[in-house]
């Protein structure tokens, strides 16, 4: 028994934080189960290094070598779904970080966490839209000063995270399409806000383990 955990929230709006903090949280209840019962996966866009200017839909921004504006994004998530297939088994917790926020895409993880007899729950990461634009908008900044210092050095490639140009960004939070928890694909749905601290995104992250891993679990028939 396992669990497919799909983070989904606008872009900027701290979800890789979020999702490092319930990688670092599940591990620590992982090693707490005697004999340790899963391994843990964190699978995004960043180690799949899939570039942001995927979701880039604008016709002048598009390369040249994609067949249209929006082939790489399939092309990207093909990859991520290969990705999860790979590792989702009985055995395996996997976290899934990325934007997630088109409606059929998470369906179509839904079915295939299902295929494995492993449920699946999504990780709302709630932010202000004006939040995260001026989260983007100060790693655009960062994003040319790096470019600079990169020029000017040996340095290789900055630890900052790539930002989204300003029309793409705006183009994905208009796209967004909000989790709907009363479906069964977008459920059971958990939410840490921006502001949480760590108190509370614990006990949203204690409410997750309990539902997925915990006695609150659904039960499901052993080896079959
Ligand atoms: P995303 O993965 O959605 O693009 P990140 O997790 O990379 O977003 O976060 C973007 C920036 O916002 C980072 O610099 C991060 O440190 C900061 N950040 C993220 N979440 C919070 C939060 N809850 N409170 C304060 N700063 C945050
Ligand atoms: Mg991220």
Redesign the pocket.
């Known amino acids: 028994f396992s669990q497919l955990i799909i983070?989904s929230?606008?872009?900027?709006?701290?979800?890789?934080?979020?999702?490092?903090q319930l990688y670092d949280y599940l591990s620590t209840r992982i090693a707490e189960t005697q004999p340790p019962k899963y391994r843990l996966h964190l699978i995004?866009d960043?180690s799949l290094s899939v570039s942001r200017a995927v979701y880039d839909l604008s016709p002048d921004t598009v390369r040249l070598h994609t067949r249209s504006a929006n082939s790489s994004e399939k092309d990207a998530r093909a990859a991520l779904y290969g990705a999860v297939k790979r590792v989702l088994s009985d055995k395996d917790f996997v976290i899934l970080?990325?934007?997630n926020y088109i409606k059929g895409w998470r369906y179509q993880l839904h079915c295939e966490a299902k295929a494995m007899r492993t449920p699946n729950c999504i990780l709302r990461?709630a932010?202000s839209v004006e939040q995260?634009r001026a989260?983007?908008q100060?790693?655009l900044q960062q994003d040319a000063t790096a470019q600079t210092e990169r020029d000017n050095s040996e340095q290789s490639a900055s630890e900052v995270?790539e930002a989204?140009a300003s029309e793409n960004w705006e183009n994905l939070v208009f796209r967004y399409e909000e989790p709907n928890p009363m479906t069964r694909w977008d459920s059971p749905l958990f939410a840490?806000?921006?502001?949480?601290d760590e108190a509370q995104?614990r006990r949203t992250f204690d409410q997750l383990w309990d539902a997925m891993a915990g006695e609150g679990r659904k039960v499901v028939k052993p080896n079959q």
């Open positions: 983070v929230g606008l872009p900027t709006s701290g979800k890789t934080t979020r999702a490092k995004s960043d970080d990325g934007l990461v932010c995260a989260v983007n100060e790693r995270a989204y840490v806000l921006w502001e949480d995104t």
